[in-house]
């Protein structure tokens, strides 16, 4: 297993220039049951668990706690990707190799450890890999579901990220966040009840596609930054690299960056 590596200067620097991407790539996001969360990490730590359909998962997952839901946040992610990819560990990943029970039953004691404070979140794509959008039923690995039943205090809520064309030229993201899940009796159930509970999310997006502001989704604008912004990102890079190991070497948030299917969870 690779523990994080988090660095709060790093991580702030790092959003700035994937939510710049997101910008550039995206008409608009939009956001249902944000107090489902906001409320959730007020009151304590939670685990996110969410289907993983896209490259673009894990950095607006990063876009979302730092700067739309404020949160510590942490993700599990595959230990092969994290060795290709070692700046994610700077923003909260971890790794975990899904082929060793050992290394598993390690991550899950890690990911344990962080949820000790409101606050604290864990995000979990618990497919474990990138699959399909329209795919049904989820098939969940067992790494959320053995967190959740370890501890049974914590707010675990479902995610549905989904991404869309519409009648604009650029593409729109939808998340959205249901109830906090009750604990369940055993792992089989729980994992079933996290599947569930985001294909029901999932299954909200649709309805909100074919009949829009029906579903409480919130819009939230992605313009394109000017130029001045970027000139101002760019300085704020160059002054912040001296003091950051490593973050010079740290690659653009572009497509090229990231293997196929990206930084895959389980």
């Known amino acids: 297993m690779i523990p994080s590596a988090k660095n709060r200067v790093f991580s702030r620097w790092f959003e700035r220039r994937v939510h710049r991407r997101v910008r550039e ?16 990490l ?6 996110v668990v969410s289907n993983h359909s896209a490259w673009w998962d894990p950095l607006l997952v990063l876009v979302l ?4 839901i404020p949160a510590d946040g942490y993700a599990m992610m595959d230990a092969d990707n994290l060795r290709r990819l070692p700046f994610f560990a700077k923003v909260g990943g971890f790794g975990v190799d899904r082929s060793s029970r050992r290394d598993g039953a390690q991550a899950v ?3 344990a450890s962080l949820l000790d404070r409101p606050g604290r979140l864990v995000w979990i ?3 474990g890999q990138e699959r399909p959008l329209h795919e049904r039923p989820l098939r969940f690995l067992g790494g959320a579901a053995q967190l959740a039943r370890r501890l049974p205090a914590v707010t ?5 990220l989904s ?23 055993s792992l089989a159930q729980a994992r079933r009840a996290q599947a569930e509970a985001v294909e029901a999310e999932l299954a909200r997006v649709e309805r909100e596609l074919s009949e829009p502001g029906s579903q409480g989704f919130v819009a939230h604008a992605l313009e394109r930054p000017r130029r001045l912004e970027r000139l101002a990102e760019r300085m704020l890079a160059g002054l912040a690299r001296p003091f950051v190991p490593g973050l010079a070497a740290a690659p653009d948030p572009a497509p090229r960056a990231l ?3 990206g930084p895959p969870a389980g």
């Open 25 to 40: 790539e995206f008409g608009a996001l939009y956001l249902a049951g944000r107090q489902h969360l906001a409320q959730a």
């Open 42 to 47: 007020a009151q304590g730590p939670v685990l």
């Open 65 to 68: 706690t730092e700067r739309m």
């Open 109 to 111: 004691r890690y990911a």
């Open 125 to 127: 794509f618990a497919q």
């Open 156 to 160: 675990v809520l479902p995610v549905a």
């Open 163 to 185: 991404y869309a064309f519409g009648s604009a030229a650029a593409p729109f993201i939808h998340v959205a966040v249901g109830s906090p899940l009750p604990a369940a009796r």
């Open 259 to 261: 293997p196929p299917g």
